[in-house]
């Protein structure tokens, strides 16, 4: 019999585990580095180790496990699979459900900045018509939703996942939001339960060219910018990817055993991925990038992180667009950072998804917009659904 009971959580991580952390922090053996490279090899040593001593003499766990403790948590089992998720309900009786899906390397974490905002607009200067329950799961295999048992969570296997979950929940019209690998999620909920979906909202939306030679005829300036970053992430941005993707299991003995190793894993994609200077943190909070490492570590999840790359395609070399990508008419709203890992091409995003109704570009933040550019997300995120509220989703 399928176990749907959903059970209140509280992050209480033994004192033990942030003690073997911080062992293993002041124990780590450090490789050596070619003088005046700085990243382009990777993450500088100068830099680590001095984010690493940060982590095992300043960083206070307890704070950060608190901050999200503030937020109603649960777990259930959906799928074989135990479902981690933050729902935080708004206080206004009308506000819209809202289901949002982080990406990689991301948490739950990411969304700390803006749950309040979202969920009581009232109390932060804003329209209380703008108001959204929130339902923020982590994913599949990562952190407190972690490790997966067994292959195939794909994005459609996690949007029947969310489906049930917001069935669960009692919620019959919601929207969707996602970043990174969740707007290929959220836009797949979108396609399976168009009868519960108002509307779907990406940043960091993934568009891939069909192979058909006349979609790259008379490209614009804007979209041949779009091909050369396109050419620059296959180039210099793809190596993640392509190990994770390929050979996760050998990659995981590093990051399970190496808290640095986990930590330098996360800190070079948050310094490409993010609109930042010389440093990530520039862009993200130190500790915010720490907590986020946190999540991984303390619940031993790298391995089963990386095993969703197996998962996960974000190119048209993975992907056969033509006959597996199928055309979405739920509205959508579309939001373009501009140091996000990959910009939408928009005459590939129209092709796949037939009802754009939103789309705005920013000239600042990256791919973790909700931790990097908060006040833009909010006022992006509130902007669409204001067009697909009179739908007339409301939550049960």
């Not at 070079?268 to 440093?279: L, R």
Request: net charge negative.
């Amino acid at each position: 019999m399928t176990n749907t009971e959903i059970r209140p959580f509280r992050i209480d991580i033994a004192e033990s585990d942030l003690t073997d952390l911080r062992d293993r922090l002041a124990r780590t053996r450090w490789p050596d580095e070619l003088p005046g490279t700085g990243w382009s090899y990777g993450v500088p040593l100068g830099y680590l180790r001095g984010l690493a001593e940060h982590w095992r003499t300043e960083y206070d766990w307890r704070r950060h496990e608190a901050s999200l403790n503030e937020h109603p948590q649960f777990t259930t089992e959906i799928d074989g699979q135990n479902i981690h998720f933050l729902h935080v309900r708004s206080p206004e009786p009308d506000a819209l459900p809202l289901l949002v899906t982080h990406g990689w390397p991301s948490s739950v974490a990411e969304y700390l900045d803006v749950i309040g905002p979202l969920t009581n607009p009232r109390a932060h200067g804003g329209d209380p018509a703008d108001a959204f329950h929130l339902v923020i799961p982590s994913l599949p295999g990562y952190g407190l939703s972690g490790p997966t048992r067994e292959p195939g969570w794909g994005s459609a296997r996690v949007a029947r996942a969310w489906r049930e979950l917001m069935r669960r929940l009692g919620y019959e019209r919601y929207g969707t939001q996602g970043g990174d690998w969740g707007t290929w999620i959220s836009r797949e909920v979108g396609l399976i339960a168009p009868e519960h979906v108002v509307g779907v909202h990406t940043n960091g939306l993934i568009t891939f060219p069909s192979g058909d030679p006349e979609e790259l005829v008379d490209l614009t300036e804007d979209e041949q910018a779009w091909m050369r970053r396109a050419e620059h992430y296959m180039a210099e941005l793809y190596g993640y990817k392509k190990i994770q993707s390929t050979r996760p299991q050998t990659l995981s003995y590093g990051l399970t055993d190496s808290p640095v190793g986990q930590l330098a894993w996360i800190v070079g994609v948050f310094k490409e991925w993010t609109d930042c200077g010389e440093t990530p943190e520039d862009a993200v909070d130190r500790d915010r990038i720490l907590t986020t490492a946190m999540l991984y570590w303390l619940t031993n999840t790298a391995n089963s992180v990386a095993r969703s790359f197996v998962e996960t395609p974000d190119t048209g070399e993975e992907v056969d667009v033509p006959t597996e990508i199928r055309p979405s008419t739920v509205p959508m709203g579309v939001a373009v950072f501009p140091r996000d890992i990959n910009w939408p091409m928009r005459r590939f995003a129209e092709r796949d998804n037939r009802n754009i109704v939103h789309w705005t570009e920013f000239d600042r933040g990256g791919t973790f917009a909700a931790m990097e550019e908060p006040d833009l997300y909010v006022g992006d995120v509130r902007e669409f659904f204001r067009r697909v509220r009179a739908e007339g989703a409301t939550a049960r």
